[in-house]
C-alpha cells in the first residue's frame, strides 16, 4: 500500500487561538491546501485519524480529548465571522446597502452549526449521502465539518448580513439584484467548491459548482441554490447562476494569481504549487516546474508530486516530466530515479475515507500513465475523466520509446501481487517491444537483455531448463545487438563484470548472474552420479536462491524485485521436487553442530561445571550478609559461561546484572563508570518486573561525587527491590586495572565497592578474570583480599571432559568409541575450550565428507578421527586464540624466563626435571623457582612426580611448532 502524503514544510502541531497568525494559516489550508488541514490532523493523533466504529458519541468524545483537534473547532466560529465580515462589507459597498451586522452573526452560527453537524455526521454517522460516502471516518468527518463550518459559515453570513438589506427594499430593481446576485454567486460558488473539494476532491468540487451555476443554484439558502431568485427574478437568477459557476472556478483567486504566476516561477513561489484549489491554467507553470527539475532533481520531484495531485493543473507536472525526461542525456535512469524517490510511493489523494485507506493508487503510477498518455484513477464526485480530456491538449503528447516504457513499468507496478503471489503463468513477452525500442538510449541495451533474461527464466517450467540458465546472462556493456550480445555471454555468471558496466539496474544484474550460478548447480546435479553429490548439488542451489531472495528483498526495488522472487518461487519449487525423490535414497541431512567455540555456553550445552556451581549456591544460598566472589582462572576455561548460566541456577529471587568489561569499553572517569552500571542495573530491574524505579540520568553522576550519585541509586532502589538479591557479573575485571593505568579511574573504586557490599548486603560482586586478586601487583587491589572469596576455575574432571564429549547437546546422535574419549581427554586435559574445539571439528569433518563428497561414513569416531583432524593445518588455527593467549601472557608475567621455560619443556612430552631445566636454560636455580611458580599457578605446566610437563598436550605441540627451540 501507498504511504500517508507528508507536507513539505513544517506545520504547527497545534494550532493557537489566541495567535491571530494561526488564523490566517487556517484559512490557508481551508481554502488553499487542504493537504496541510489532513496532514495537521494525522500528525496530531495517526490512530484516531481513521475510525469509524466506536459511534457517535464515542469519536465525538475522542475528538474532543485531544489539544490539536479541539483548537480547530474553538477557531472556527472567529475564522468565519471575520471572513464573513470582510466579504460582507465589500459585497455591500458593491451592491449599496448597508451591513446588517446581525444578520452577519446569524448567518455565521447558523451556517458554523449546519456545517460542523453535516460534517461530523458524514464522517460518524452512518448516513448513505453523497456527503457521508465521501467522509467515512474521523478524518473525512473532521475535515469536512471543519471546511464547512468555515466555508458555510461565511456564506451563511454573507447572505444574511446582505439579503436582509436587499429584502427590506434598501436596493431595488434589476440592476441592484443582479449587483446583489453577483456577489452572492462567487461567494456561494467558491464556498461549496472549497467544501466538496477538501473531501471529495478538487474535481468534484468544481463540478458541482459548475453544475448548480448553470441551473441557476442560489435561493435564500446561499448553499442550496437559487430556485426561488430565478422564479421571482430572471436577471437575477441569471447573473446568480453565471457567477456561482465562476466562483467554483475560483476566478476571483484567478485574476489575483496571475501576476505571481507571471513574475515569481524563478523563485519557487508559483501559485500552481500552493493552490491546491486551483482550477484554470496559470501561465508558465510548465516553465515553473522544468527549472526547478533542472535546479535540483530531488527538490523538483516533490514538487511535481504535489501538483500532480491536482487533476485540474496535473497537465502542468506531465508536460513538464516528460520534457526533462526527453531532454536529459541519462533518461532511463532519470526514470528509475523517479519511481524509487520515496515521496512518490505516496497516496495519491490524502485519505479520508474507507475507499481512500484502501486504494493502490499512487503518485508513481500516475506520472507514469501521465507519460504513457493514460488516465487512471477512480470515480469521485464529478468524474475527473473530464478533467483528463479538458486538459488534454496542455500535455506533451510525444510518443517514443520512452513513454511506452514508462507504459510498461507502470503495468508491471500495477501487476506487482499478481507477479509475486500468482499462481497462474506470467508472460513478460507481452512487453518486449517496449523494451527492446530502448537499445538507442544509454543503458538502454543493459535494460532490453535484463527483461529478455528474466523473460527466459520466467518461462522455465522443468528443472533441466535452469541448467542452461547462464546462456541468458549477458554482458552489460555490449549494447546494440540483443542476440549478439547473447551469443558472446555463453559461459558462467562470474565471467560477467555486472557492478563495474551496468549503469541503471546492477542489482537486477548481479541477481540474474546469481540465478546463472544456481544453473551451474543444477547443470552438476545432472553431471553427477553419485547421490550424495546430487543433493548436494541441490543443497547449494537452494541456499544460493534462499540467500538471493533475502538479497532481492533489501537490495532490488519495484518492479523487477517482484520478478525475480516469481523466478526464485518457481525455481524453488521445482528444486524441492527434484530434493524429495532424490532424498528418500540418502540418510537425513547433515548433523547439527552442538559444540560451542567462541559464544558462551548456556542452558543444556553449559556442562561439566557442577561443583563450581554447588560452591556458588552454599555462599549464595543463605540469608543475610553473602559474599561476593572472584572466579578465576586461565584463558577459555569457561568463565563466562559460569556467569552466563547464574540466573538458571538462583531463580527468579535473584537478579543477574550482566557487566562485561570488554562491553563496557574505556569510561572518561568513574561518574561514567557508575554511571554505565547503574543504567546496567536498571535494565535488568525492569526486565525482570521490578516497578517504581526512575530511570538513572547521566546528569545525576557528577565527576565530583559520583560514588554519592550511586550510592544514592542503591537506596532508591532498595524498597522496590522486592526482597531479591543482585549480583553483578563483571566480567574480564582486569580491564579495570588498565583504566586506573590509564588515569581513567582511581584505586579508591575498590574500596568504594568494599563499602558498598557491605552497606547493602543483597548488592553482591562476582569478578572473573585470569587472576586471583592475591596475584595482582598493585596494592589497590588489597581492600579487596578480605571481602571477596576466590573460586578457581581450571580443567574439567575427566567425568565431566567424557560427558561433554559424548553429550554436548540431548539430541547429538554420533558416538565415539572409547579410544577416541579417551585420545581427546589426553590431549587436552579437560581443557573446555579444546575439548569443545575437537568436537566440532569432528562434526564439520563428518559433515563434509559425507554431504559434500559423497562419502559413506560410520556415524562413530575412532581414535584415527581424532588424529586427522588435530594435523590438519587449520585446527591450530582456529585455536589460536587460545594458544597464543597463553603464550602472550607467560610472555607479559612479571618473571622474565618463563618463554625460555616453555621452548625448552616443549620437545620433551615426558618433561623434565628441575635439575635438567637449569642446565638447559642456564637460568640459576632461585630465578628458575621464580619463572616456574607462575607457570604451575596459572595452568601452564604441572609437576608430575620429579618431572615438569605442559599441562595440555596439544599446548606443548603448539610451542614446537610455532616457537621451537
Known amino acids: 500500500m501507498p504511504n500517508f502524503p507528508t507536507y513539505r514544510s513544517a506545520l504547527p502541531a497545534c494550532l493557537n487561538p489566541l495567535n491571530p497568525r494561526h488564523y490566517l494559516l487556517l484559512a490557508a489550508w481551508v481554502f488553499f491546501q487542504p493537504t496541510a488541514l489532513k496532514w495537521h490532523l494525522y500528525q496530531a493523533a495517526p490512530e484516531l485519524y481513521y475510525e469509524a466504529d466506536a459511534g457517535w458519541k464515542g469519536l465525538v468524545g475522542k475528538i474532543w480529548q485531544i489539544k490539536a483537534y479541539r483548537h480547530l473547532w474553538l477557531m472556527v466560529p472567529g475564522l468565519s465571522f471575520v471572513l464573513s465580515s470582510l466579504l460582507a462589507v465589500s459585497v455591500s459597498w458593491l451592491v449599496g446597502t448597508p451591513v446588517n451586522w446581525q444578520g452577519v452573526v446569524v448567518g455565521v452560527v447558523v451556517g458554523v452549526v449546519v456545517g460542523v453537524v453535516v460534517g461530523v455526521w458524514s464522517g460518524v454517522g452512518s448516513g448513505s449521502s453523497m456527503l457521508a460516502s465521501e467522509a467515512d471516518g474521523v478524518a473525512g468527518g473532521v475535515v469536512l465539518g471543519m471546511a464547512f463550518g468555515v466555508v458555510v459559515g461565511v456564506a451563511g453570513g454573507v447572505a444574511f448580513g446582505v439579503a436582509f438589506g436587499v429584502a427590506f427594499g434598501v436596493v431595488s430593481g434589476v440592476v441592484g439584484g443582479v449587483a446583489f446576485g453577483v456577489a452572492l454567486g462567487v461567494v456561494a460558488g467558491v464556498a461549496y467548491g472549497v467544501a466538496l473539494g477538501v473531501v471529495g476532491g478538487m474535481v468534484g468540487g468544481v463540478a458541482y459548482g459548475v453544475a448548480l451555476g448553470v441551473v441557476g443554484g442560489v435561493g435564500e439558502s446561499i448553499v442550496g441554490g437559487v430556485l426561488d431568485v430565478v422564479l421571482r427574478d430572471a436577471a437575477v437568477g441569471a447573473a446568480v447562476g453565471v457567477w456561482l459557476g465562476m466562483g467554483a472556478l475560483r476566478l476571483p483567486f484567478y485574476l489575483l494569481q496571475l501576476f505571481p504566476a507571471l513574475f515569481s516561477r524563478r523563485r519557487g513561489q508559483h501559485p500552481v504549487v500552493w493552490d491546491e484549489f486551483g482550477v484554470l491554467p496559470l501561465p508558465f507553470s510548465r516553465a515553473f516546474l522544468l527549472h526547478q527539475l533542472q535546479q535540483e532533481e530531488a527538490e523538483g520531484l516533490r514538487l511535481l508530486v504535489s501538483v500532480s495531485r491536482n487533476p485540474c493543473q496535473r497537465w502542468a507536472a506531465q508536460a513538464a516530466l516528460q520534457h526533462y525526461l526527453h531532454s536529459h542525456d541519462q533518461p532511463l535512469q532519470v526514470l528509475y530515479r523517479l519511481i524509487e524517490a520515496s515521496v512518490v510511493d505516496e497516496y495519491l489523494n490524502t485519505p479520508v475515507d474507507w475507499y481512500d485507506w484502501h486504494s493502490r493508487l499512487s503518485v508513481r503510477q500516475v506520472l507514469l500513465a501521465e507519460l504513457n498518455q493514460r488516465w487512471v484513477g477512480r470515480f469521485t464526485i464529478g468524474d475527473p475523466r473530464w478533467v483528463y480530456r479538458l486538459t488534454r491538449p496542455l500535455r506533451d503528447r510525444r510518443v517514443t520509446p520512452l513513454t511506452h516504457f514508462a507504459g510498461?513499468?507502470?503495468?508491471?507496478?500495477?501487476?506487482?501481487?499478481?507477479?509475486?503471489?500468482?499462481?497462474?503463468?506470467?508472460?513478460?513477452?507481452?512487453?518486449?517491444?517496449?523494451?527492446?525500442?530502448?537499445?538507442?538510449?544509454?543503458?538502454?541495451?543493459?535494460?532490453?537483455?535484463?527483461?529478455?533474461?528474466?523473460?527466459?527464466?520466467?518461462?522455465?517450467?522443468?528443472?533441466?531448463?535452469?541448467?542452461?540458465?547462464?546462456?541468458?546472462?549477458?554482458?552489460?556493456?555490449?549494447?546494440?545487438?540483443?542476440?549478439?550480445?547473447?551469443?558472446?555471454?555463453?559461459?558462467?555468471?562470474?565471467?560477467?563484470?555486472?557492478?563495474?558496466?551496468?549503469?541503471?539496474?546492477?542489482?537486477?544484474?548481479?541477481?540474474?548472474?546469481?540465478?546463472?550460478?544456481?544453473?551451474?548447480?543444477?547443470?552438476?546435479?545432472?553431471?553427477?552420479?553419485?547421490?550424495?553429490?546430487?543433493?548436494?548439488?541441490?543443497?547449494?542451489?537452494?541456499?544460493?536462491?534462499?540467500?538471493?531472495?533475502?538479497?532481492?528483498?533489501?537490495?532490488?526495488?519495484?518492479?523487477?524485485?517482484?520478478?525475480?522472487?516469481?523466478?526464485?518461487?518457481?525455481?524453488?519449487?521445482?528444486?524441492?521436487?527434484?530434493?524429495?525423490?532424490?532424498?528418500?535414497?540418502?540418510?537425513?541431512?547433515?548433523?547439527?553442530?552442538?559444540?560451542?567455540?567462541?559464544?558462551?555456553?548456556?542452558?543444556?550445552?553449559?556442562?561439566?561445571?557442577?561443583?563450581?556451581?554447588?560452591?556458588?549456591?552454599?555462599?549464595?544460598?543463605?540469608?543475610?550478609?553473602?559474599?561476593?566472589?572472584?572466579?578465576?582462572?586461565?584463558?577459555?576455561?569457561?568463565?563466562?559461561?559460569?556467569?552466563?548460566?547464574?540466573?538458571?541456577?538462583?531463580?527468579?529471587?535473584?537478579?543477574?546484572?550482566?557487566?562485561?568489561?570488554?562491553?563496557?569499553?574505556?569510561?572518561?572517569?568513574?561518574?561514567?563508570?557508575?554511571?554505565?552500571?547503574?543504567?546496567?542495573?536498571?535494565?535488568?530491574?525492569?526486565?525482570?518486573?521490578?516497578?517504581?524505579?526512575?530511570?538513572?540520568?547521566?546528569?545525576?553522576?557528577?565527576?565530583?561525587?559520583?560514588?554519592?550519585s550511586f550510592t544514592r541509586f542503591l537506596k532508591r532502589l532498595d524498597p522496590v527491590r522486592a526482597g531479591r538479591r543482585l549480583i553483578i557479573a563483571i566480567d574480564e575485571f582486569e580491564k579495570l586495572e588498565t583504566q586506573i593505568e590509564a588515569g581513567h579511574l582511581t584505586p579508591d573504586l575498590f574500596e568504594f565497592w568494599r563499602g558498598t557490599f557491605t552497606t547493602f548486603p543483597w548488592f553482591v560482586l562476582a569478578f572473573a578474570g585470569l587472576y586471583s586478586l592475591e596475584e595482582r601487583r598493585h596494592d589497590y587491589w588489597h581492600p579487596l583480599f578480605g571481602a571477596v572469596t576466590g573460586i578457581r576455575v581450571s580443567f574439567l574432571s575427566p567425568e565431566?571432559?567424557?560427558?561433554?564429549?559424548?553429550?554436548?547437546?540431548?539430541?547429538?546422535?554420533?558416538?565415539?568409541?572409547?579410544?577416541?574419549?579417551?585420545?581427546?581427554?589426553?590431549?587436552?586435559?579437560?581443557?573446555?575450550?579444546?575439548?569443545?574445539?575437537?568436537?566440532?571439528?569432528?562434526?564439520?569433518?563428518?559433515?563434509?565428507?559425507?554431504?559434500?563428497?559423497?562419502?559413506?561414513?560410520?556415524?562413530?569416531?575412532?581414535?584415527?578421527?581424532?588424529?586427522?583432524?588435530?594435523?590438519?593445518?587449520?585446527?591450530?588455527?582456529?585455536?589460536?586464540?587460545?594458544?597464543?593467549?597463553?603464550?602472550?601472557?607467560?610472555?607479559?608475567?612479571?618473571?622474565?624466563?618463563?618463554?625460555?621455560?616453555?621452548?625448552?619443556?616443549?620437545?620433551?612430552?615426558?618433561?623434565?626435571?628441575?635439575?635438567?631445566?637449569?642446565?638447559?636454560?642456564?637460568?640459576?636455580?632461585?630465578?628458575?623457582?621464580?619463572?616456574?611458580?607462575?607457570?604451575?599457578?596459572?595452568?601452564?605446566?604441572?609437576?608430575?612426580?620429579?618431572?615438569?610437563?605442559?599441562?595440555?598436550?596439544?599446548?606443548?605441540?603448539?610451542?614446537?611448532?610455532?616457537?621451537p627451540a
Open 408 to 708: 510498461m513499468l507502470h503495468d508491471l507496478l500495477e501487476a506487482q501481487e499478481q507477479i509475486e503471489t500468482g499462481v497462474e503463468p506470467f508472460d513478460l513477452a507481452r512487453w518486449r517491444a517496449s523494451y527492446t525500442d530502448l537499445q538507442t538510449y544509454p543503458g538502454g541495451a543493459e535494460l532490453a537483455q535484463m527483461f529478455a533474461a528474466i523473460d527466459a527464466f520466467l518461462g522455465y517450467r522443468q528443472l533441466k531448463q535452469l541448467s542452461s540458465a547462464s546462456s541468458q546472462v549477458f554482458h552489460p556493456e555490449q549494447g546494440g545487438d540483443t542476440a549478439g550480445s547473447r551469443r558472446s555471454a555463453q559461459g558462467t555468471a562470474s565471467s560477467l563484470s555486472v557492478a563495474q558496466h551496468a549503469i541503471v539496474r546492477p542489482a537486477v544484474l548481479t541477481a540474474l548472474g546469481q540465478l546463472a550460478d544456481v544453473g551451474h548447480h543444477i547443470k552438476a546435479y545432472y553431471d553427477s552420479t553419485s547421490r550424495a553429490n546430487k543433493q548436494a548439488a541441490l543443497l547449494r542451489a537452494t541456499d544460493a536462491l534462499k540467500a538471493l531472495d533475502q538479497d532481492v528483498q533489501t537490495r532490488v526495488t519495484a518492479p523487477e524485485q517482484a520478478l525475480l522472487r516469481r523466478i526464485i518461487r518457481q525455481w524453488q519449487a521445482l528444486i524441492i521436487t527434484e530434493g524429495g525423490l532424490v532424498g528418500r535414497a540418502i540418510q537425513a541431512g547433515p548433523v547439527s553442530n552442538p559444540y560451542i567455540l567462541n559464544n558462551p555456553a548456556e542452558g543444556e550445552r553449559f556442562v561439566g561445571r557442577e561443583e563450581i556451581m554447588r560452591r556458588l549456591e552454599e555462599l549464595w544460598t543463605p540469608e543475610g550478609q553473602i559474599p561476593s566472589v572472584v572466579i578465576y582462572g586461565h584463558r577459555r576455561m569457561g568463565k563466562t559461561s559460569i556467569l552466563h548460566n547464574l540466573g538458571r541456577r538462583f531463580g527468579p529471587r535473584t537478579i543477574i546484572v550482566d557487566f562485561n568489561m570488554q562491553r563496557v569499553g574505556r569510561v572518561r572517569d568513574e561518574a561514567d563508570l557508575l554511571y554505565q552500571l547503574a543504567l546496567h542495573i536498571y535494565d535488568e530491574a525492569v526486565a525482570q518486573g521490578l516497578s517504581g524505579l526512575e530511570e538513572p540520568g547521566e546528569d545525576d553522576f557528577s565527576v565530583e561525587r559520583p560514588y554519592l
Open 800 to 963: 565431566a571432559a567424557r560427558r561433554l564429549i559424548i553429550e554436548p547437546s540431548p539430541d547429538f546422535d554420533l558416538d565415539y568409541d572409547e579410544a577416541a574419549i579417551e585420545h581427546i581427554i589426553a590431549l587436552t586435559n579437560g581443557q573446555p575450550f579444546l575439548v569443545q574445539l575437537i568436537g566440532h571439528t569432528l562434526v564439520s569433518r563428518f559433515n563434509r565428507l559425507s554431504f559434500e563428497e559423497g562419502r559413506e561414513q560410520a556415524r562413530r569416531f575412532e581414535r584415527e578421527d581424532v588424529d586427522q583432524v588435530i594435523a590438519a593445518p587449520e585446527f591450530f588455527r582456529d585455536g589460536e586464540a587460545y594458544f597464543s593467549g597463553v603464550w602472550n601472557q607467560a610472555e607479559r608475567g612479571q618473571a622474565t624466563g618463563q618463554l625460555q621455560v616453555l621452548r625448552t619443556l616443549a620437545p620433551h612430552p615426558e618433561g623434565l626435571t628441575r635439575e635438567q631445566l637449569v642446565a638447559a636454560t642456564g637460568l640459576p636455580d632461585t630465578e628458575l623457582e621464580a619463572v616456574l611458580k607462575p607457570l604451575v599457578r596459572h595452568d601452564v605446566i604441572a609437576l608430575n612426580g620429579t618431572h615438569y610437563h605442559f599441562t595440555v598436550e596439544l599446548m606443548r605441540r603448539w610451542v614446537v611448532k610455532r616457537h
